[in-house]
Nanobody
Framework: QVRLVESGGGLVQAGGSLRLSCAASGSMFSINAMGWYRQAPGKQRELVADITSVGRTNYADSVKGRFTISRDSAKNTVYLQMNSLKSEDTAVYYC???????????WGQGTQVTVSS
């Protein structure tokens, strides 16, 4: 059973930066894709960025050029570096270990990111 623990959220001014971390337990981390999702009040959860076991990355258009996803296999940790933050980035951010389209993945507890104008 995989357990994901997130950290790094908080309150930041527009234009500022935050780095989110997601530490994973278990042996599946190195062979599974990982992703960051976010959910704003009244909105559906959406994919922000993901990264494969070999480091290939994908980003939502809304964050491309501002956010960077990375992983450290030695530490079983995935990161989301968020720069040039905007008020519309305000949401709860969730880490996910992806197991494919037919099997539920593992989710972290979520961490709140609030961007003030």
């Amino acid at each position: 059973q995989v357990r994901l623990v997130e950290s790094g959220g908080g309150l930041v001014q527009a234009g500022g930066s935050l780095r989110l971390s997601c530490a994973a337990s278990g042996s599946m981390f190195s062979i599974n894709a990982m992703g960051w999702y976010r959910q704003a009040p009244g909105k559906q959860r959406e994919l922000v960025a993901d990264i494969t076991s070999v480091g290939r990355t994908n980003y939502a258009d809304s964050v491309k050029g501002r956010f960077t996803i990375s992983r450290d296999s030695a530490k079983n940790t995935v990161y989301l570096q968020m720069n040039s933050l905007k008020s519309e980035d305000t949401a709860v951010y969730y880490c996910k270990l992806d197991r494919g389209p037919y099997v539920p993945g593992y989710w972290g507890q979520g961490t709140q990111v609030t961007v003030s104008s």
